[in-house]
């Protein structure tokens, strides 16, 4: 299934983190609590329509590395893998 955001909004699959330490130790999921709050943009919207009905482009693209808020956008499932949608303005900085 093909999904295009509208507007500001970004489709961002969450990176997984790390499961060994650089010694060699395993880390459980179980003591990974939090989710981590960096993903990949995989799908951007147009851009953001200003009052004067102006479409101001995006800051980021597809393919970026971001860093977000721990419980910035919405949840959602596509083809049975979960992702985030949300608006460009929760994306607080480009990993790069």
């Known amino acids: 299934m093909a999904i295009r955001p509208l507007h500001d909004r970004v489709l961002v699959r969450r990176t997984e983190e790390e499961r060994v330490t650089a ?5 459980p999921d179980s003591a990974n ?28 693209k597809i393919g970026d590395q971001v860093l977000f808020g721990q419980y910035s956008g919405q949840p959602v499932k596509v083809d049975g893998e ?12 480009v990993v790069e």
């Open 23 to 27: 010694s060699g130790i395993i880390i």
């Open 33 to 60: 609590a939090e989710k981590p709050n960096t993903g990949e943009i995989i799908a951007a919207g147009n851009g953001r329509i200003t009052d004067t009905g102006n479409v101001r482009a995006m800051d980021v």
């Open 82 to 93: 979960d992702l985030i949608m949300m608006k460009e303005e929760d994306i607080l900085a």
